[in-house]
């Protein structure tokens, strides 16, 4: 072997020194060398993209779960019109507020017709219930409350503001859980009804009610420009009246202290009756029977008039929204009667020797005015048959006399009637 030669690093043998291979032990004498591969452009990218996509992944969770904290400990805040669900734990409440005495549904408006000097007053109701069962929930509901109070939203240049009063319980209807009484004019602004419930766990619930005013004619008769001497002539001035006024107008027939010998029936339209007295104490009276059954219902007013029979038929049978002041009711088999669908409330009226005073016998599911007061039930067979009465508000006689009747109240359909104040004698 000539030339420069180095050892094989396995064996020692010695290998010319530009051998690569040693035959002797049949190992490689130069070292390997790991090649390295170039990264190719795009797939930095993808790296990239990756390691940005998921900060973006990280703080979106962070974003959600901070959210979720906020909504957690934030109150929710409910508005709507006429009703709300509200959730709380495992209960779901329905909230709604109606001018209806029944539970027929939320009114998130209400327009009330109105005569231009006449003041009203009308009851916004709370009913709630659950919203799975649809039974009255207002205990439970009411439980979770912390503060409740009712405001009325109106122009500051109204002619004559509306008022309303803080929400109270009332007893004359289980169902109702609260009630705010609304006063107002013919000559209101329209406004709006507010109902706020602060609930103890921080939430706020607002419930509202839009209410508008629709003016209406009032007709007013009276004997100075009418003729209303005999009994022929009121009934003919009444239908006259239902050919010439307009349906929407309020009806008023100022009668004279006449003793009108006959009744009269007031069918195709509402009017009210307003007898009078003379200097010697002498009243409006007829002595037929007088039926008001109109098509269409307004209210009738029907005050200081002598209802006076010969022992049999009906005094006064109504069929219509009434409301009877300051009546007297004598010698009839049934003195007042209310049938039909519809509500009346006898008041200061006296009813004296009938077989049956005061009769309610209506199927409808609307009530009124309930406090029937100040009346007086005087050698009646019986004072008052309540054969079917709408709703199941409370009818209280209070101020009322009862003496010498064969059977005071008669109630066969069970109705609900506070006597705490009324007279036994």
Not at 74 to 93: C, F, K, L, M, R
Not at 179 to 188: A, E, F, K
């Given at each position: ?51 940005l ?44 507020l109606?001018?209806?005495?029944n ?9 009330v ?43 500051e ?55 508008y ?34 349906p929407?107008?309020m ?87 209310v ?36 009346n ?50």
């Open positions: 072997m000539s030339g420069r030669t180095r050892p094989c690093p396995h064996c020692g043998t010695a290998l010319p020194e530009d051998a690569s291979f040693c035959p002797h032990c049949a190992q490689p004498v130069r070292p390997r060398r790991e090649v390295v591969v170039p990264v190719r452009m795009w797939w930095k990218k993808v790296r990239l993209a990756l390691w996509a998921g900060l973006v992944l990280l703080a979106a969770g962070g974003l959600v779960l901070g959210m979720a904290l906020y909504q957690a400990v934030t109150p929710n805040v409910y508005d709507a019109y006429g009703e709300v669900v509200y959730s709380n734990g495992n209960n779901s409440y329905h909230l709604y109606t001018f209806q005495d539970a027929s549904g939320p009114q998130p408006e209400y327009t017709q109105t005569e231009k000097y006449v003041a009203y007053d009308r009851a916004s109701n709370l009913f709630i219930t659950h919203v799975e069962s649809g039974h009255n929930a207002s205990p439970m509901f009411l439980q979770l409350v912390d503060t409740f109070y009712a405001q009325l939203i109106q122009p240049d109204s002619p004559s503001p509306m008022t309303c009063s803080q929400p109270m319980y009332q007893a004359y209807d289980d169902d109702v859980a609260l009630v705010t009484i609304v006063n107002l004019s013919g000559q209101s602004s329209p406004a709006e009804l507010i109902w706020t419930f602060n609930m103890k766990n921080g939430d706020t619930i607002r419930l509202r009610q839009k209410l005013l629709e003016q209406v004619e009032t007709l007013d008769y009276y004997p100075e420009d009418y003729p209303m001497d005999t009994i022929e002539d009121p009934q003919v001035l009444v239908d006259q009246i239902a050919e010439e006024a307009s929407s107008a009806v008023y027939l100022h009668l004279p202290p006449v003793h009108y010998e006959g009744g009269l029936t007031i069918r195709r339209r509402g009017v009210s009756l307003y007898g009078s007295v003379d200097e010697k104490n002498m009243r409006t009276s007829f002595t037929g029977p007088v039926v008001i059954a109109p098509e269409k219902k307004p209210v009738s007013f029907i005050q200081n008039i002598d209802f006076r029979g010969s022992g049999s038929g009906v005094g006064l049978t109504l069929s219509a929204e009434s409301r009877v002041e300051n009546c007297f009711f004598s010698g009839w088999d049934t003195g007042l009667l049938t039909g669908d519809d509500w009346c409330d006898p008041v200061g009226c006296w009813f004296e020797n009938n077989n049956t005073g005061f009769c309610f016998d209506s199927a409808g599911d609307y009530a009124n005015y309930t406090r029937f007061e100040c007086t039930f005087r050698n009646n067979g019986t004072a008052v048959l309540l054969q079917q009465v709408p709703t199941n508000r409370t009818i209280d006689f209070i101020g009322s006399r009862f003496t010498g009747n064969g059977v005071n109240i008669d109630n066969p359909c069970g109705h609900p009637v506070d006597i705490s104040y009324a007279t036994f004698e």
